[in-house]
């Protein structure tokens, strides 16, 4: 979502300006703030219970402290021993990898429908819509349990892979210490294609023809065409899908506590279950603070440098 | 430009395979809740007898039918506050010209990004002190600020692309900032905050983590928290686990399929405005 941020530079529009100045110079000096009064409750709001718990969470991460006796000034110990201890290392690496999953996949599993369907309009879209929007729009949780029931001993993964005559890989998918990670990514890859693919379509409609019926002229095939047209006109499509589906990956905690709840061992803990974990079952709310900051820089970082790379000309 | 038909009809097939891969898992889910109670479901089976006794145990014995309303009451709070206050500021960050005006909105716009990680150890202590956990009004209160630097975003927008001279001709004629918004912009705003209003039921209706550290009360709790919390005592009752699923997806599956086009447009211009 934060692909947003982009149109917030941008100056008033003369016309609304006209219409403000004039309002805004009749009442000059101090009441050219007494707009701010309707901006308040929000801000209000906004600032009480988001912005402020989030520094306060910055300033816990200094502590050690259980959460019932008084807590000790550590300093930046806790960071230290987020980077030192491989359980909290490894959540973050499995984060970083659910990105590929929950990202890059549906990106490219997008471009490549678009790169199928774009040549002409098509009828009867809306029915397709809607079923690619789906897996948007139903509670993560709910998603969780569906695909645990999918992956299970007799679920449908397993039997489509038996009725296929691949009987002798069918397994607990979820259970599997090297696969249950990369199962956990591919429940991510199901939910966010759609809403990529619906993405990128709706920005190709946006794509003047004259362009598509030039390259065709020059002889171009669909790869040309693809290279030359399409995908440079999705650039600002597939930063904010980057966006949006990498968030998702780095703050995931749903799909990952009812599929697998970090198991089996460590290997599919993401920093998200590390918060709930450390902070309400292990009492180390200092530690708890200190992954939730480390998760939300990652975040910022990895945001900026997409819509940074996005808006470079190439 | 002809194309020609079978390439066409490839298109089709690819979107349908998709599609396909989309809705096996609703089906399979679907078709376990319609087994017998405490049966063994494999995979996608076509139920040998229909019965909705996985639903009655759901929705009475394992709670649901609270769950749901928990839900709906915590919606209800969340949605028409975060409207409000939503299109308050931003009717005055989108149409007035405020000192600073833009540095505010930047700030809200910071907020997009907040994982629920980041801010819901502090206020679980924080709102335990002033004894609102395990009440709706923690949730609320929590979701409403969530919600505000969308909610602001989509409602700046939405008045910037106001024609001027609406308002202009309205203050000409002597009306108030007031009743300007009110007679004659929120009329205009209908489709932008009913978008708004799908978007937010939505996310509050699917809200887990911040519901599952702030209500411990598994009775006071939302229905995707009740779910999470019932798989894990439910793990082999396969039907019972499903229809309580169903139950659960249910609601905002109507929600949706009423007001697909609020929800598309949402979801794709809410991605895309910027």
């Known amino acids: ?314 | 430009m002809r194309l020609r038909q079978s390439e066409r009809w490839a298109g089709y097939l690819i979107l349908t395979l998709l599609a396909v891969g989309i809705i096996v898992p609703f089906l399979s889910i679907f078709f376990a809740s319609m087994q017998p109670s405490g049966s063994t479901v494999t995979g996608l089976a076509w139920p040998d007898e229909w019965s909705l006794d996985n639903y009655r145990e759901a929705w009475s014995v394992a709670g649901f039918s609270g769950l749901i309303r928990n839900s709906l009451i915590i919606c209800l709070g969340v949605v028409p506050a975060t409207l409000l206050l939503a299109t308050l500021a931003g009717y005055a960050l989108g149409t007035m010209r405020l000192p600073g005006g833009n540095a505010v909105f930047m700030f809200f716009v910071a907020g997009l990004t907040i994982p629920v990680e980041l801010i819901v150890v502090p206020l679980y202590y924080n709102l335990d002190t002033v004894g609102l956990v395990n009440t709706y009004w923690a949730v609320i209160l929590v979701e409403i600020a969530l919600f505000m630097p969308f909610g602001v975003f989509w409602m700046r927008t939405h008045f910037r692309s106001t024609p001027a001279e609406l308002m202009e001709a309205a203050r000409v004629d002597g009306a108030s900032s007031g009743v300007i918004l009110r007679r004659i912009l929120l009329p205009l705003a209908r489709p932008s905050l009913m978008t708004l209003a799908v978007l937010v039921f939505m996310w509050s209706w699917n809200q887990f983590l911040l519901v599952l550290i702030l209500i411990q009360d598994p009775d006071r709790r939302t229905a995707p928290a009740g779910l999470g919390y019932f798989v894990g005592q439910h793990t082999t009752n396969i039907p019972v686990l499903s229809a309580g699923t169903v139950i659960v997806i249910l609601p905002i599956l109507i929600l949706y399929l009423v007001f697909q086009r609020s929800f598309i447009a949402g979801l794709l211009q809410g991605a895309l405005k910027g």
């Not at chain 1, 499509?237 to 966006?243: K, N, P, Q």
């Open chain 1, 1 to 314: 979502m934060s692909a947003l941020t982009r149109q917030a530079g941008e100056t008033p529009t003369p016309a609304v300006g006209r219409a403000q100045r004039r309002a805004g110079d009749s009442r000059g000096g101090l009441g050219r703030f007494k707009g701010y009064l309707w901006v308040l409750p929000a801000l209000a709001f906004y600032l009480a219970f988001a912005v402020l718990p989030a520094f306060h969470t910055a300033y816990l991460s200094l502590f050690d402290w259980d959460g019932v006796t008084l807590a000790t000034f550590v300093g930046l110990e806790n960071y230290s021993e987020v980077f030192a201890n491989s359980r909290y290392r490894n959540a973050v690496g499995h984060a970083l990898l659910l990105i590929a999953f929950f990202s890059w996949l549906p990106i490219l599993i997008g471009l490549l429908m678009v790169g199928l369907l774009s040549r002409h309009r098509r009828r009867g879209m809306t029915v397709y819509r809607v079923l690619f929007f789906l897996p948007q729009i139903v509670p993560l949780v709910a998603v969780g349990i569906t695909w645990r029931w999918m992956y299970g001993d007799d679920g449908v993964v397993n039997q489509a892979l038996r009725a296929v005559g691949l009987g002798g890989v069918t397994r607990a998918w979820l259970g599997d210490f090297d696969l249950a990670l990369p199962a956990v990514g591919l429940v991510g890859t199901w939910a966010m294609s759609g809403l990529c693919m619906m993405l990128f379509l709706s920005g190709v409609q946006k794509v003047d023809t004259s362009l598509y019926e030039a390259v065709r002229l020059d002889g171009a095939g669909a790869v040309r065409e693809f290279v030359t047209v399409t995908l440079p006109a999705l650039r600002g499509e597939i930063a904010v899908a980057m966006t949006v589906t990498t968030v998702a990956a780095l703050a995931s905690f749903d799909i990952v506590y009812v599929t697998t709840g970090g198991g089996p061992g460590t290997q599919t803990t993401v920093p998200g279950l590390l918060v709930y974990r450390l902070a309400f079952s292990e009492g180390k709310v200092g530690l708890a603070s200190a992954i939730a900051v480390v998760l939300s820089c990652l975040i910022l970082v990895i945001v900026f440098m997409i819509n940074r790379l996005s808006r470079t000309e190439p």
